[in-house]
C-alpha cells in the first residue's frame, strides 16, 4: 500500500492506508468497518485528548463522485461509535449537495488534491506516489 499510487488501491486498502498514516499521526485508530459492510464508518480516530472521530474513506476513481447519501450516513453513523466529529476522506471530491450537507452538518471533508498533498508530506509515502497522488 504504501509503494502504490491511489488509482491501484481498492477500497479495503484505501481504508488501511488511511489507518496507517493516521497512527503515524499519533491517533488510537480503531478499524471498525474495513473491508466490509460498515453502516458509514470505516474508522474511529481518537486524538491525545480523547477526541473520538468518525472517518468514512471513499476510494473512487475522479470522475465517480461521493453522493449527499454518504454524508447523510456518516452524521447519523457517528453516534453509534460515540463520535463528536466526522471526517469524510475521498480520492475524488464530493458533489455540490454533499459538499452543502457537509457545511451544513459540520463534516470535515478531504478530497482528492487535500489527500495527495496530506500524503505527500507523510514521509512513509513512497517517493514514486509523491508524484502520482492527486
Not at 476522506?89 to 452543502?100: E, M, N, Q, R, V
Request: charged content about 30%; hydrophobic content about 35%.
Amino acid at each position: 500500500m504504501l509503494s502504490s499510487s491511489l488509482d491501484n488501491l481498492n477500497g479495503t486498502e484505501f481504508e488501511r492506508l488511511l489507518a496507517l498514516y493516521f497512527r503515524d499521526q499519533g491517533y488510537v485508530v480503531h478499524e471498525v468497518g474495513i473491508g466490509g459492510n460498515d453502516g458509514g464508518v470505516d474508522l474511529v480516530i481518537v486524538d491525545k485528548r480523547g477526541e473520538r472521530t468518525a472517518v468514512q474513506a471513499k476510494c473512487y476513481a475522479d470522475h465517480n463522485l461521493v453522493p449527499v447519501q454518504t454524508v447523510r450516513e456518516l452524521v447519523a453513523a457517528k453516534r453509534n461509535h460515540n463520535c463528536m466529529l466526522t471526517l469524510l476522506i475521498t480520492s475524488s471530491d464530493l458533489t455540490g449537495p454533499a459538499k452543502k450537507e457537509a457545511e451544513q452538518f459540520r463534516v470535515e471533508y478531504w478530497h482528492g488534491g487535500m489527500l495527495g498533498e496530506k500524503l505527500r508530506r507523510w514521509e512513509k509515502w513512497q517517493t514514486k506516489n509523491r508524484q502520482k497522488a492527486r
